[in-house]
């Protein structure tokens, strides 16, 4: 075979990816791209024999044909050809099979990998290719056949008992369960009263200060139980207090060393974003791929400005250690520079061959206010996020003066306790205070409210007692930082797949959000009910990891495919069966009795479920097809948005075209507004955001809240996804018969089926 002058072909998933490699190789190099996936199991089967040692039936993606063709096309006339798919599981499993396809007209096939598009990490691949790692491969193939068996089995019991069109996952369906369980315990929550008490004392010297009540006689008063349980018991303990002399017992001084945290990974950024710009876990996940692929920086051209974002991993390279450790000399003085970097633990499960999330230069030209004129806001936070937290973890500590006084009054004694920062060492670029808030009760003394003058042995004078009455408070709901970090810690799925999971909850309608948090719709917790009870074995925490160690073990070739998969099927088989022969029972223990006899025949009235959502149904169906609509309407969901004529919360609202955002204090203020999408409008130079409307004949459609000044529109929901063929700001949703649910780019028609994401 004639070589095309030697050039080597370079093989990617995305074109933006492409680009950026593109710009550092060079003219001996072609750089091209596969758009993604280009096999996997079909789409209208289960695509997998069970019998055959769980053999998956591979097919060519619909639209991918022509991508295979160029592929070959453009392998045919190379010396050599260097996959540099994405560094994991999914990535190397997309390898393996882009070689497969080329393979007949060019068998000399590498796998590269590097963990940053950087001119050195991208060189540094090219001089050691390897061959595609089958361990891996396999370890991600048994991944999304369990998918796919849970799917198209599970999947068809839940249509015939409540509705069809709903979906089943192995790890869906256990995030679901986290999230109605904690609902549960909300409302089972019965709240318990309890009481405080807090003096307010002066020193010698006139200084005033508060001090909480901590222990009665031997007892501690534990926050966690409650011990002063009433306003009796209360005022008993109050007027005792009146009569006892308060004396200084104990000053204890400390230096408080405050450690930075480890750079993140995926499941932590994903927390911290979250928290501080409530962003969605999926939001955050498609803002870090841009900067990993490439942002358009000026002259530079292409710029991969963040390491890969999909990692358990907390390693960084002695590269990066180096260039961090001398920014920070540079940039803050050697003061604030530990003598040796700071090392920080990877949990036994990560792959360690990653690197923790860092940005991929440190120079001053790079910091995020320099570059905030090439990014979006959301780039732009997630990038100042991402450095300033790789920064920190190779500051010196902060260093606390903390102050903690022990008072005595007869049999009880009191403490006021507070902290002053002498050394900011990491909080100068980085504060983590920001993550969580401490509650009422566990907040120290501001360091000016303590006294500067006081000994011990000093009497002290009581100015006021404070008693406060509280109540405990129900387990708050996940939000989706919560959630990710529940999952992590539990060990299932794992942090690359989390905000799909999130994100296909929320899309097949089992999940809202309510003040921010993720609450279970009513057909979220009947379809968690049916599973929970049905399948427990199957859809629970234990389960969900041990397999998701298995998937580990294959990697770490400790395991086998067909191993991880007779694990997995036999007990789920076993369940299925069971399941299967008790459909019809399933089905009617879903209805519920009203008590109300159908107007048409007589006999009693229940409660189905329908594609629409509850509603009546004679039970003499189907000889009675009597129905009629369930008038429960949901309540408004709240919102932070303010009515832009009273200034009241606005809340959505549910009309007969759909949801819509109307003043909370209707009737008296009728103002109305479409519904946000969240996602940006597309069109170059409008700041605008999509919003939900409604043409003359009532039907739905999405447009732009700059309109008239922007008149872009589309008639399907759009999603905050880029387009990975065309670089298209938004896809789209769409569902048809015959492929389902999946997203297409408006522009360039190209289709992202998500199946394979839902877990």
């Known amino acids: ?383 100042d996020l991402i450095w300033k937290r790789f920064v920190a973890s190779q500051l010196k500590p902060a260093i606390a003066d903390r102050l903690s006084i022990e008072i005595t009054a007869g049999e009880y004694r009191f403490r006021a306790s507070g902290e002053v920062i002498t050394f900011r060492g990491y909080l100068l670029v980085y504060q983590p205070e920001a993550e969580e808030k401490k509650s009422d009760d566990e907040e120290d003394n501001l360091p000016e409210n303590l006294p500067k003058q006081i000994a011990e042995g000093e009497i002290l004078k009581l100015l006021e007692l404070l008693m406060k009455q509280h109540f405990t408070k129900p387990p708050a709901r996940y939000s989706e930082s919560s959630l990710v970090k529940m999952m992590d810690n539990l060990g299932i799925g794992r942090p690359s797949t989390y905000a799909q999971i999130i994100a296909t909850l929320f899309q097949r309608k089992y999940i809202e959000k309510l003040e921010r948090a993720l609450a279970p719709t009513e057909l979220g917790k009947t379809v968690n009910a049916l599973l929970v009870k049905h399948f427990p074995n199957i859809f629970n925490v234990q389960f969900t990891a041990e397999m998701e160690n298995g998937l580990d073990k294959i990697e770490a070739h400790e395991s086998s495919y067909r191993q991880a998969m007779d694990e997995f099927y036999i007990p789920f088989k076993e369940t299925l069966d069971k399941v299967s022969g008790k459909i019809k029972e399933i089905k009617l223990s879903l209805q519920k009795d009203t008590g109300e006899a159908c107007d048409v025949c007589g006999k009693p009235m229940v409660i189905k479920w329908g594609r629409n959502g509850q509603f009546l149904a ?53 103002t109305t507004k479409p519904l946000s999408t969240g996602v940006s409008c597309p069109e170059d130079n409008c700041n605008g955001t999509l919003v939900q409307k409604q043409s003359r004949r009532g039907k739905i459609f999405f447009g732009c809240d700059q309109y008239p000044k922007c008149q872009f529109a589309m008639w399907n929901k759009p999603r905050a996804t880029t387009c990975p063929k065309c670089n298209y700001s938004i896809m789209e949703e769409k569902t048809t018969r015959k492929d389902g649910f999946y997203l297409q780019c408006p522009k360039c028609k190209h289709r992202e089926m998500v199946e394979e994401l839902t877990g």
């Open 1 to 383: 075979m004639t070589k095309e002058n030697g050039k080597k072909l370079v093989i990617v998933e995305s074109p933006a990816k492409a680009k950026t490699i593109n710009k550092i190789l060079g003219k001996d190099y072609k750089v091209t791209a596969s758009v993604g996936h280009i096999i996997d199991l079909p789409k209208t089967r289960l695509g997998v024999d069970i019998d055959n040692g769980f053999e998956p039936e591979y097919t060519v993606i619909e639209g991918k044909n022509d991508v295979i063709r160029k592929l070959k096309s453009e392998a045919k006339g190379v010396s050599e050809i260097l996959v540099a798919t994405d560094p994991d599981r999914e990535g190397e499993a997309i390898a393996y099979f882009i070689a497969d396809s080329v393979r007949k007209v060019n068998s000399n096939i590498f796998r590269i990998e590097f963990n940053e598009i950087t001119r050195p990490a991208v060189l540094k691949a090219l001089d050691h290719p390897r061959s595609i790692d089958q361990h891996r491969v396999e370890a991600q193939q048994a991944r999304r056949v369990m998918d796919r068996i849970v799917g198209y089995q599970v999947s068809p019991v839940l249509w015939q008992t409540i509705y069809k069109g709903l979906s089943a996952g192995r790890v869906q369906s256990v995030a679901l369960r986290l999230i109605c369980e904690r609902e549960a315990e909300i409302d089972a929550f019965k709240p318990v009263e309890y009481w405080s008490i807090t003096a307010e004392l002066q020193t010698a010297s006139q200084e005033n200060f508060l001090a909480r009540l901590v222990q009665i006689g031997k007892e501690k008063l534990d926050p966690n139980k409650f011990h002063i349980g009433s306003e009796g018991e209360a005022k008993r303990h109050y007027e005792q207090l009146q009569q006892e002399t308060y004396r200084v017992t104990k000053i204890k001084r400390d230096k408080v060393t405050k450690r930075p945290g480890p750079p993140f990974i995926t499941s932590t950024l994903q927390q911290d974003a979250s928290r501080r710009f409530s962003m969605s876990t999926s939001r955050v996940m498609s803002t870090a791929q841009k900067l990993y692929e490439g942002i358009q920086l000026g002259d530079k051209g292409e710029v991969g400005l963040i390491t890969y974002m999909r990692t358990d991993s907390t390693r960084i390279s002695p590269e990066a250690l180096d260039a961090v450790r001398t920014y920070i000399a540079e940039s803050y003085g050697s003061e604030y520079l530990p003598p040796k970097p700071n090392i920080y633990k990877t949990k036994k499960s990560a792959q360690d061959a990653h690197e923790a999330i860092r940005p991929t230069y440190l120079s001053s030209e790079y910091e995020p206010k320099k570059l905030k004129k090439y990014l979006t806001p959301d780039q732009f936070k997630i990038y």
């Open 618 to 670: 004679c039970s003499g169906f189907p000889e009675c097809k009597n129905t009629r609509p369930l008038e429960t309407p949901p309540p408004p969901e709240e919102t932070d948005e303010k009515c832009p004529t009273c200034g009241s919360p606005m809340v959505i609202k549910r009309g007969r075209y759909g949801e819509f955002m109307a003043c909370s204090r209707y009737p008296e203020c009728k």
